[in-house]
């Protein structure tokens, strides 16, 4: 009897010290990018253009860059995602080819982001003549982030009780008149968040951009959509690997990492609160 | 009566709007295949397909003639990739275990965000850490010059695969039918043993599909492998040496190649292998899980 109680002591213990190792991974990262990352950070970092190489100066464009092609990835993936799982949840029988396309969603989110990104540079650097540029970029993210959205849109759609579809069937509305007014205005506080979440993921991505779009360093900040940008992960990825001074650029590399983790932790913290709020509204 | 005619049309075509974004899916994961199978195949014109899969030597830019063997990198994304699974599977297996069976509904409801906090830190930061935080740590540990090897990003890739592994784990264990659990209970087993004899088998499809999600993020993850791993092209002997994986390999050469040569198409058939290696990965974790699911249903 002690001896089953010694083993189980001893194996929740070994599962907890598991948690706590990842935890424990969890906030060294944090820790390290944050105390150093801080140190840098200042009002000039974030609102001036990189000066002397590189090694001074701030990164405004490259702030800049990743707001707008995660716009331009938003354009293409938000209405599509959203399109692509009333589809699913709404119109889909069971047969065939419902199958086949949630194979193929399932598949899309595993394919690699560099083989997204080898996609782009064939499909919307060369075939479609955008060239080496925003709209190249962002519509690469776009097609990565759609399985994303899809899913997490699908989701939202699943959560409406359908009473609430039978209910406006019932008084002779029509498929799209049910979808419209009773199903769509229940989702869309789902369907956004679950949206902006994978929008955050596609703003970290460093591999489908590096050869459709972003650019080593510009001076100038881009002012069309075929024109070449500068983006917090490609530019941290240089800071850190490619700069002609490494010890030099580690201050802004840190402080580069920090803005980026921040873009993106902020985006995932207001979809969920985002969730959070229009969940209690909706009960109350 | 034209009036319900030109309803039905219109519905009809608000159908068929929504079912071609449906499609859509689909159209692009053949689209991805079809083009870089296209720009996969003009490599093969001078390079024979024994050589590309068969030989170690990469050396697209030798003047005493051209090498193309993509070995190395193959078996340096497994070595990398496998690593990273022997460290995440029984961590995020104990995670799972420890959310599911013996952690207050109070400390789930805070780990998980959390761990959703570590599957939102961008690919390229983990890889920055890799050479600032985990590379001088190794290479204290190792006595070596620098800590960019093999392990480094197995390490890396093992973080990074964690929440996936965590979340479809804890899953498949909250779905083993409570009756497994009360039966073993009853006979006198602690929460342990039934933990670990009743159902880690019975959630054992789930943590196989977890197994599978996780090293076909392994394999395809870019960003983090080509700054930590150290990038030599040579044949890989062991985990502390500095190795270039296929991903790596592409992320490097793809900016300096000039476009339509023989080193260029290549890299598309790299792309290409990896993109079939994640897809038979993915297909075969879709298929278990599926398998699991119908079972429990």
């Given at each position: 009897m002690t001896r089953k109680k010694i083993a189980q002591f001893l194996g929740f213990m070994a599962l907890r010290v598991c948690l706590y190792l990842v935890l424990a991974a969890l906030l060294l990262f944090l820790y390290d990018i944050g105390k150093k990352g801080g140190r840098t950070i200042s009002w000039e970092f974030l609102s001036k253009m990189p000066r002397r190489g590189m090694t001074e100066g701030g990164i405004f464009p490259a702030i800049f860059g990743t707001f707008l092609v995660t716009l331009v990835t938003a354009i293409l993936a938000v209405p599509m995602g959203m399109f692509s799982a009333i589809y699913l949840n709404e119109y889909a029988k069971q047969n065939r080819i419902t199958r086949l396309i949630r194979l193929s969603i399932r598949n899309l989110s595993g394919v690699p982001s560099i083989v997204y990104g080898l996609f782009g540079v064939i499909l919307f650097v060369n075939i479609f003549k955008f060239g080496t540029s925003i709209l190249s970029a962002g519509l690469t993210l776009g097609l990565m982030t759609l399985p994303w959205t899809i899913t997490a849109s699908e989701e939202a759609l699943k959560t409406v009780p359908n009473s609430y579809r039978e209910g406006a069937l019932a008084l002779g509305a029509t498929k799209w008149q049910s979808i419209r007014t009773n199903v769509l205005p229940h989702a869309l506080p789902g369907m956004l968040t679950g949206t902006v979440l994978g929008l955050a993921r596609a703003a970290g991505e460093t591999a489908p951009i590096m050869f459709t779009g972003a650019a080593f360093a510009l001076p100038f900040l881009p002012k069309s959509l075929s024109d070449q940008f500068m983006a917090l992960p490609y530019h941290l990825y240089i800071m850190a690997?490619?700069?002609?001074d490494l010890a030099k650029a580690r201050p802004l590399a840190y402080g580069t990492a920090l803005v980026l983790i921040v873009f993106v932790l902020g985006m995932n913290m207001i979809a969920v609160v985002l969730r959070y709020r229009l969940r209690r509204k909706r009960k109350a | 009566m034209t009036k319900r005619a030109l309803r039905n049309i219109r519905e009809s075509a608000i159908k068929a709007f929504f079912f071609t974004n449906g499609i859509l899916a689909v159209i692009v994961l053949l689209g991805i295949f079809a083009l870089l199978l296209s720009s996969a195949i003009p490599a093969f014109r001078e390079i024979k397909l024994s050589e590309f899969l068969g030989q170690t030597l990469w050396d697209?830019?030798?003047?005493t003639g051209a090498r193309y063997g993509i070995l190395s990198m193959i078996v340096s994304t497994i070595y990398v990739t496998l690593a990273a699974m022997v460290m995440a599977l029984p961590i995020g297996l104990g995670v799972a275990a420890y959310l599911s069976d013996v952690a207050h509904w109070r400390v789930r409801e805070i780990v998980k965000p959390i761990v959703e906090v570590l599957a939102g830190i961008p690919s390229v930061v983990v890889g920055f850490l890799g050479i600032v935080l985990i590379g001088p740590l190794l290479a204290k540990l190792t006595g070596r010059t620098n800590g960019l090897n093999g392990l480094n990003g197995a390490i890396l890739l093992a973080v990074m695969s964690l929440p996936t592994i965590i979340s479809i784990s804890e899953d498949s264990l909250n779905a083993v039918p409570n009756a497994y659990v009360e039966a073993s209970l009853a006979m006198g087993a602690t929460r342990w043993q039934t933990l670990a004899r009743v159902k880690i088998p019975a959630a054992l499809s789930g943590i196989i599909a977890a197994f599978m999600l996780g090293m076909g993020r392994a394999i395809g993850e870019t960003m983090t492998v080509l700054m930590a791993t150290g990038n030599a092209r040579t044949f890989p002997h062991g985990l502390l040496e500095s190795l270039r994986t296929m991903t790596s390999n592409i992320a490097i050469e793809l900016g300096e190649v000039p476009y339509y040569t023989t080193h260029y198409y290549a890299l598309f058939a790299i792309g290409l292998v990896l993109f079939l290696m994640t897809f038979l990965v993915n297909l075969v974790a879709d298929i278990v899980l599926h398998k699991y699911q119908e079972r429990e249903s």
């Open positions: 690997t490619q700069h002609h | 697209p830019t030798s003047p």
